[in-house]
């Protein structure tokens, strides 16, 4: 683990709460067999889901900032927010308990997938207390009602996507220079990367203009709707976390705008969750082509969109920042019974996973290209 990350290094920054959770710089490569599948040259992958040897993705940077802080005020308790099936809730339940801390996972419903299953067990595995709420509403109740009755309470945002907590994806994007500057990768033209909480896509947005990147373009791939309120948050997050740099660090004056943010919602779905054919077809596609494995909410989407743009020839080199976990976890999967868990959970496990009807038809498919593609399946 490295002594101070990539951005006190750089900038000189003062009292900051930070420790040391990951494992960083992450590995970069290229996507050699995706590039030939398309007849593209030029695409890379970030690999933050080997962030950790214990539970990888996008929270661990996040975590390295926001848990330093929560340790700092002596929080007893950490609670935060999600869907059923929230990475940030499972990662959070993992690194805060090895801290001595009890966590709180505050969720609300999202389409029934077998990853949400696996989510869910791991929260209850890992020790959350899993406080389901069903819709937002009731999930503000919830998390009022645990900030009035927990002591020592630390409430962390949904996707730890605070402007300390987006320090991490400054961090990031000053690891991918330096991947860069050491030959480990080319500079892309075009990032893309999930866009749910905001955090990831406003700290690299950040780390880009603290760079003078101007010609890297970060394409956010949307999870939920309305995607101008999705600008609206990056660039209040993105304008939040520079002002906390200059208030703690030497950084140089940049301005930030809306004309910065390229989100694109056209590989949403009907909602968030939604396991999408082209999501689905896309999980499929990069396991069978990188042994990559990605999830449909989040990193699904994003290659799907990543194959599509390349498909109608954007400009390269491109990459994919993988937010999602490669770590292996089938020891708890072992124990998996839901009858274990709090009694109100268990009629999700009872319910047909929403891309079980299209996973057979797309998985053919997939097959069947690759063949006429020249890979053996």
């Not at 490569?29 to 990888?56: A, M, P, Q, T, V």
């Not at 969720?107 to 029934?112: C, E, G, R, S, T």
């Not at 996507?161 to 330096?178: H, W």
């Not at 937010?323 to 976890?329: C, G, Q």
Request: aromatic content about 10%; overall charge positive; hydrophobic content about 40%.
């Amino acid at each position: 683990m490295r002594e101070q990350p990539w951005l006190f290094e750089t900038f000189d920054v003062r009292d900051i709460p930070w420790m040391p959770i990951g494992n960083f710089p992450t590995p970069i490569h290229r996507l050699e067999n995706l590039e030939k599948f398309l007849g593209y040259d030029g695409i890379w992958i970030k690999r933050d889901d080997k962030s950790s040897n214990i539970y990888g993705g996008n929270k661990v940077r996040k975590f390295e900032f926001v848990l330093a802080d929560a340790k700092r005020k002596n929080a007893k308790w950490v609670m935060s927010f999600g869907g059923l099936g929230s990475n940030q809730t499972v990662a959070l339940t993992i690194y805060a308990s090895k801290l001595g801390m009890k966590t709180i996972s505050v969720l609300v419903y999202q389409p029934i997938t077998e990853h949400v299953l696996k989510n869910l067990w791991l929260m209850h595995y890992f020790g959350s207390h899993i406080s389901y709420a069903g819709n937002v509403p009731r999930a503000v109740l919830k998390a009022i009602w645990h900030i009035l009755t927990k002591r020592k309470l630390y409430v962390v945002p949904v996707g730890a996507s605070s402007p300390l907590g987006t320090l991490g994806y400054v961090d990031a994007m000053i690891e991918l220079k330096k991947d860069v500057d050491e030959g480990r990768a080319e500079m892309p033209r075009a990032i893309f990367v999930a866009v749910g909480s905001c955090g990831t896509y406003a700290g690299l947005l950040v780390g880009k203009k603290l760079l003078g990147l101007d010609d890297v373009k970060i394409i956010g791939i949307a999870v939920s709707k309305d995607s101008i309120k999705t600008k609206e948050r990056v660039l209040k997050l993105a304008r939040k976390t520079y002002k906390l740099l200059k208030e703690h660090a030497s950084v140089p004056e940049v301005k930030i705008d809306e004309n910065d943010i390229i989100i694109d919602d056209n590989y949403l779905g009907r909602c968030y969750g939604d396991p999408t054919r082209e999501s689905v077809k896309a999980v499929i596609l990069l396991k069978k082509l990188e042994n990559v494995e990605l999830e449909t909410t989040y990193t699904g989407k994003t290659i799907a969109a990543l194959i599509d743009y390349a498909r109608r020839g954007i400009e390269g080199p491109i990459l994919f920042w993988n937010t999602f976990n490669s770590v292996d976890l089938s020891y708890a999967f072992k124990e998996m019974d839901y009858k274990k868990m709090p009694k109100n959970l268990w009629r999700f496990f009872m319910m047909e996973r929403a891309e079980k009807k299209i996973e057979e038809e797309v998985n053919k498919e997939v097959e069947k290209e690759l063949r006429e593609a020249g890979f053996e399946v």
